[in-house]
């Protein structure tokens, strides 16, 4: 049997950001810009690039930039045009996703990454979903959700994308339990949140992007409290592994942890230099500060 069409993605962006005090004082996390476009919207056009239809933002209070951010902005777009910027108004136009596309809800109280999966159930409504977080940024040829949902279409059930960590870091992540591992799909038999380098199963590490099998929502509903006393996504997703196939998927692409404040230097360095109308002005600076 094919496997449901994933045509719904949950964004958790309901955090407070205190990594970034005192930028993100009175500005989402997920606003801040890696070169020139916030980290919220390359989640976001990376699933739209994937075939995702439906995007559900789950918030927290602060966060009314995000909602601005996505829609339109008659004023700007009418003010560029008018003055001939065509190309900056080119850069805006596609921002919003169309009527009915997004949705909004609110996760009353930090409560975990699960809580905040769970707080999405009513959107969901029984579909496979998808879940992007904006602090884990790829760059990659293509889309790292994209891999996964052509992944996904021949085996069903749920999926995260993996990546080799080093055993020390271990504690850091979610770590796969892995049955069969033929270097780019991983068959799973446990997940384990945050184990010391001594008990992992693994290197193999859960970043920021997940294929959900509505039945997690299930075990989520008993809002159990694991690492930190939070409601982890982890520990639902152990409890799934017994009721459905369940695989990591090694990425092509590079990852950027955009949560820590030297990987997010790292990224914006990084997609700069990926970009041909700076690549070789950031490699003069670069340059300047190593010689």
Not at 10 to 21: A, D, H, Q, W
């Amino acid at each position: 049997m094919a496997a449901r069409k994933v045509r719904k993605a949950v964004f958790p962006v309901g955090g407070l950001g205190t990594r970034f005090l005192p930028a993100t004082k009175a500005m989402p996390k997920e606003m801040l810009p890696v070169v020139d476009k916030p980290l919220i919207q390359y989640a976001v056009e990376e699933a739209r690039d994937a075939g995702i239809e439906e995007f559900i933002f789950v918030t927290g209070r602060g966060k009314e930039a995000i909602e601005d951010h996505f829609d339109h902005s008659a004023e700007l777009q009418n003010a560029l045009l008018s003055r001939g910027k065509n190309d900056l108004w080119a850069l805006i136009k596609d921002i919003p996703l169309g009527p009915g596309r997004i949705a909004y809800t609110r996760q009353p109280e930090p409560l975990g990454l699960g809580h905040a999966v769970w707080c999405a159930r009513a959107l969901i409504n029984g579909e496979p979903f998808a879940v992007l977080l904006a602090d884990d940024l790829i760059l990659s040829d293509q889309p790292c959700l994209k891999q996964m949902i052509e992944a996904y279409e021949d085996l069903g059930g749920s999926m995260v994308a993996v990546m080799d960590v080093p055993k020390e870091h271990t504690s850091r992540y979610g770590i796969l339990d892995p049955v069969s591992d033929d270097g780019r799909l991983v068959q799973v038999r446990g997940v384990v949140e945050k184990p010391k380098p001594a008990m992992a199963p693994s290197n193999l590490a859960i970043i920021g992007r997940y294929i959900l099998d509505p039945q997690v929502l299930t075990h989520l509903e008993r809002q159990d409290r694991g690492a930190g006393g939070e409601i982890q996504l982890t520990d639902a997703l152990a409890d799934v592994i017994d009721e459905q196939p369940f695989h990591g998927l090694r990425f092509e692409g590079r990852r950027f942890d955009c949560g820590d404040k030297v990987g997010f230097l790292e990224a914006n360095i990084a997609f700069a230099l990926d970009r041909d109308d700076m690549s070789d002005a950031v490699r003069r600076i670069l340059a300047s500060y190593t010689a």
